[in-house]
């Protein structure tokens, strides 16, 4: 049931590929962004990868006169890339960036030098409290050996952190970005199931897009292919989640996607799909129950909580995997570091006979001597440095894995504490399984 005064907000959501040198046709493809967003059918634009100041400022500029509030979020040593710009006035903003964020010595695929964050902005929506998010997650490179899973997981589980525990007073929750993560994965059910937002593209009572929602589609000639298999026609990895509250409710009423090159253009806005969600907010009293919106019960709370358990598990037990890995890449440079060092004081040693032997006419191999020195210093510093970078990986991942141990006892405590439903009075709470100090999706 629609009301008079609902506030129907636009979404929208575009990783821009925004790699300087790097990507192609980045100018041209930043001009088409501009004319686009510069008809002003959007209330709210949620932009990832602005990895240049200068790209950011000339968008400011272009969008001054239709998105007068905006903001740039900056972390790590090229920035985080987000970006936000809105039709309503900004109140505060907030950066959180995420403690593992992949290798700095995989300079080839260049998350660790992004800063990956999730960036929050404030707003006042038709009088409502509205937390915006925008968030872009460690990529996913080779689904079948993903050395960087535990990473994301983390960094799901930081998100959904972040999320509830930033969120309490908000009325309106909205969450957009490049997740790098398909719908189904254990990152995405996490932040889901945790926090209770909801899927624009499942939502939508009306979808215009890409088939299945896909935003990475293979037909798009800056994709490699190669990278989409074995899923031929592309991925979903990007979107827009929303969520209501005990005062007002969120629907998506459409979504749509763009799919491909752009009318008029030899090519794309960028190497991902472009989302739009139209959003409607509706202010209710306790009595209404509008866009599907279910009294609670007892039943659906206990299944949400076991859920949440499993999920939960599963994560603690992927981030295990990531805690061995890291300790045995700690070790390997700690040995590798002690054996550079023996090489050196053998080095050294050998470099004292000819002081030691006084009566001597051959002459010490001075070239040999500082070539091997610089090889030993050079395995000393790299080793210390990459023992530094592994122990510090480690106690994040630990500190994640603990987290996640308290967060399911948490919730088994609460699984335990919930009426026997009638007809299931044998009913109990899934053995050896344990899932954050306790919440409702709701919350």
Excluded at 345 to 359: K, R, S, Y
Excluded at 398 to 404: I, K, L, N, T, V
Aim: net charge neutral.
């Amino acid at each position: 049931m629609a009301h008079a005064d609902d506030v129907k907000v636009r979404v929208f959501s575009l990783n821009c590929w925004g790699v300087r040198y790097l990507s192609k046709k980045l100018p041209q493809r930043y001009s088409m962004i501009g004319e686009l967003l510069c008809k002003g059918e959007h209330d709210i634009i949620l932009l990832q990868e602005v990895w240049s100041e200068k790209d950011y400022l000339s968008m400011k500029k272009k969008l001054s006169s239709c998105h007068p509030h905006s903001h740039h979020f900056k972390s790590g040593v090229i920035g985080s890339g987000l970006a936000i710009f809105s039709k309503y006035r900004i109140n505060d903003t907030f950066l959180y960036r995420y403690s593992l964020n992949g290798y700095p010595y995989m300079a080839h695929h260049g998350d660790w030098f992004g800063g990956k964050a999730v960036g929050l902005a404030v707003l006042n929506i038709g009088g409502l409290t509205a937390n915006v998010y925008v968030t872009h997650l460690h990529a996913e490179y080779c689904r079948d050996k993903d050395s960087y899973l535990p990473h994301r997981v983390v960094q799901a589980w930081e998100l959904q952190q972040f999320v509830r525990h930033t969120s309490a007073g908000a009325d309106v929750v909205i969450l957009a970005g490049d997740l790098n993560m398909h719908p189904q994965d254990l990152g995405n059910r996490l932040l889901r199931t945790s926090t209770g937002l909801r899927d624009s593209y499942t939502e939508a009572a009306k979808f215009d897009g890409n088939e299945n929602g896909i935003t990475l589609i293979s037909d798009n000639p800056f994709t490699i292919k190669k990278e989409l298999a074995p899923f031929e026609k592309g991925i979903r990895i990007d979107y827009i989640l929303f969520k209501g509250s005990s005062k007002a409710d969120v629907c998506c009423d459409f979504m749509s996607t763009t799919k491909g090159s752009v009318a008029n253009h030899p090519f794309p806005y960028s190497d991902h799909e472009a989302l739009t969600s139209e959003l409607r907010l509706t202010v209710h009293n306790p009595t209404e129950t509008d866009c599907g919106r279910k009294p609670g019960n007892q039943e659906s709370a206990t299944a949400t909580v076991a859920e949440l358990v499993d999920i939960t598990t599963e994560a603690r037990t992927e981030v295990k995997v990531g805690v061995h890995c890291a300790e045995r890449m700690r070790y390997t440079a700690m040995r590798t570091g002690v054996m550079g060092l023996a090489l050196l004081f053998l080095e050294l040693a050998i470099a004292a006979v000819p002081w030691l032997a006084l009566g001597t006419e051959q002459p010490f191999p001075r070239t040999s001597f500082y070539m091997l020195a610089a090889l030993c210093s050079a395995i000393l510093l790299t080793t210390a440095l990459l023992y530094i970078f592994y122990t510090t990986e480690l106690k994040s991942l630990q500190s994640a894995e603990e987290q996640m141990r308290l967060a399911v006892g948490g919730l088994q405590e609460r699984l335990r504490g919930f009426p026997p439903q009638p007809g299931s009075l044998k009913r109990s709470p899934p053995e050896g399984l344990e899932p954050t100090a306790a919440f409702h999706p709701e919350e």
